[in-house]
């Protein structure tokens, strides 16, 4: 067998030229600064959280004796005081390569051409609190956290107090769900934004949010007192709630005031979460 031997130069070139190529590759997966999202500010002001008219909520389903859903009730006003920064998306695979160093969710999403844009998904509200922890050490003067479900609803709904701030003919403009998505994620932020700039409240990625899960909720806040300031949820519970829908849910679910909720623990292949940002 003929060996091949290599001018010490021929073999610096090489080597170079690998070395460059896997520092291309790594800058691409992590790249700086870790947390290259925008962030829109959300006006003070007030709304009605929940569902008025719960008749309306319940002709939306495709079978109107298949679930009651009574949690989104009694309608109650909130007030926001000070306006507050919201993520114009959801965090994305990219973005959190860049914090915690692995790939969360199926390994399909992580070979897409898009990856980078995908929301990230599978990810707990244990493990999305995992990932604020460690960005929170090295954010500087900003602190970042989920949003309560009333900061969540407020921005979802940008201004509009009916079922979904668009009609259903309008719904492949605005979300990501089964009829439109092809039952595949989707990049983030290419469909409409809502009325302040928000891409993706409403389907793609269900969104974990702050607050403990009660179907009481409402209830409690609605007859503890008549004005409702920046409420945050029941003060212990056995799930979190997520919102907006995903890209694998029918129309019925892609609603401004639809609860869902699960073990903080729990993690699906299509509930993600998006972050507020806010001054230490």
């Not at 070395?19 to 997966?29: D, F, N, P, Y």
């Not at 002001?45 to 949690?71: C, Q, R, S, Y």
């Not at 009730?73 to 998306?89: G, I, R, W």
């Not at 898009?114 to 609190?129: C, G, H, M, R």
């Amino acid at each position: 067998m003929q060996i091949v031997r290599l001018s010490p130069l021929i073999l610096f070139v090489f080597l170079l030229s690998a070395w460059t190529s896997l520092s291309v590759q790594a800058e691409s997966e992590a790249h700086s600064p870790p947390l290259a999202l925008k962030f829109v500010t959300i006006p003070a002001g007030h709304f009605i959280m929940g569902t008025a008219d719960l008749g309306e909520a319940i002709a939306d389903l495709p079978d109107a004796k298949a679930a009651m859903i009574n949690d989104e009730t009694p309608a109650h006003k909130v007030v926001f005081e000070k306006p507050f920064q919201l993520s114009q998306t959801e965090v994305t695979q990219q973005i959190w390569l860049n914090v915690m160093h692995t790939k969360p969710g199926p390994e399909i999403h992580w070979q897409a051409e898009n990856w980078q844009q995908l929301p990230v998904v599978s990810v707990s509200w244990t493990a999305a609190n995992r990932f604020i922890e460690k960005l929170n050490q090295q954010s500087g003067d900003t602190h970042y956290r989920l949003p309560t479900e009333a900061e969540w609803e407020y921005a979802a709904r940008a201004g509009d107090s009916g079922l979904r701030p668009f009609s259903l003919l309008e719904m492949d403009d605005y979300a990501w769900y089964i009829n439109s998505s092809n039952d595949e994620i989707q990049a983030v932020a290419q469909l409409k934004a809502n009325a302040w700039g928000l891409y993706d409240m409403y389907g793609n990625a269900w969104e974990w949010v702050a607050d403990w899960y009660s179907p009481r909720t409402y209830e409690n806040r609605a007859y503890a007192q008549s004005l409702i300031i920046n409420p945050g949820g029941p003060k212990q519970g056995t799930k979190k709630v997520r919102r907006g829908g995903s890209y694998h849910c029918p129309p019925h679910l892609i609603r401004s005031a639809y609860r869902a909720a699960d073990n903080p623990d729990k993690a699906y292949s299509v509930l993600g979460f998006r972050l507020i940002a806010e001054k230490k």
